[in-house]
């Protein structure tokens, strides 16, 4: 299973939006809708954004939106925060026999 | 307060052995599906194998299938993974991850994860 593809960086200045992609095939992405994406500070354990494609849970904040079309999902965070720099990982269901396949990663830099 | 601390990471020469260990706080890892997640160094996020709350379905990435075993505790609370024939490749901070319940309904998503331990396989 690849891993699937994430631009290696993105950056917004405060207030911007951004909008980072997973790109995936049928067997992962385009075949479920059961995408996810953490937000991980390095040495601190990863936080789950968003679930489902486009499910927040309890205590993130609007500012971050999920959406998919055919075997690309995408993240974006809107009003853009410097406490949003970290890096971002999106995660796909890809089956029972091997369930999960993560993202290559993208740092988001707040300039 | 829900959560979960890795340990065991260690330095260790490849073909070596090491087991990491998983212990978590605020809930019971009986209700849940659990998986350990790796990334190496400057590297996306890799799963590494999942096991069922009673562990009667258990899974490996190709990766480390026949060389990792996962196991489970729960009356410890505690999940486990035994590495054996460790390579170069296995370095890697491992996270363990607790799969989404709600109402007995599994979600496809990993919601609480660990800070992670260092295995670093070198000689």
């Known amino acids: ?111 | 307060e829900v959560q979960v601390v890795e340990s065991g990471g260690d330095l260790v020469q490849p073909g070596g052995s090491l087991r990491l260990s998983c212990a978590a706080s605020g809930f019971s890892i009986s209700s849940y599906n659990m998986n350990w997640v790796r990334q190496a160094p400057g590297k996306g996020l890799e799963w590494v194998s999942f096991i069922t709350s009673r562990s009667s379905t258990i899974n490996y990435a190709d990766s480390v299938k026949g060389r990792f075993t996962i196991s489970r505790d729960n009356v410890k609370n505690s999940l486990y993974l035994q590495m054996n024939s460790l390579r170069d490749e296995d370095t890697a901070v491992y996270y363990c991850a607790r799969q989404l319940a709600v109402a007995g309904y599994y979600y496809y998503v990993m919601d609480v994860w660990g800070q992670g331990t260092t295995v670093t396989v070198s000689s």
Request: glycine fraction near 10%.
């Open chain 1, 1 to 111: 299973q690849s891993a699937l593809t994430q631009p290696r960086s993105v950056s917004g200045s405060p207030g911007q939006s951004v909008t980072i992609s997973c790109t995936g095939t049928s067997s992962d992405v385009g075949g479920y809708n059961y995408v996810s994406w953490y937000q991980h500070h390095p040495g601190k354990a990863p936080k789950l954004m968003l679930y489902d494609v486009s499910k927040r849970p309890s205590g993130v904040p609007d500012r971050f939106s999920g959406s998919k079309s055919d075997n690309t999902a995408s993240l974006t965070i809107s009003g853009l925060q410097a406490e949003d720099e970290a890096d971002y990982h999106c995660c796909s269901y890809a089956g029972s026999y091997n369930p999960y396949v993560f993202g290559t990663g993208t740092r988001v830099t707040v300039l």
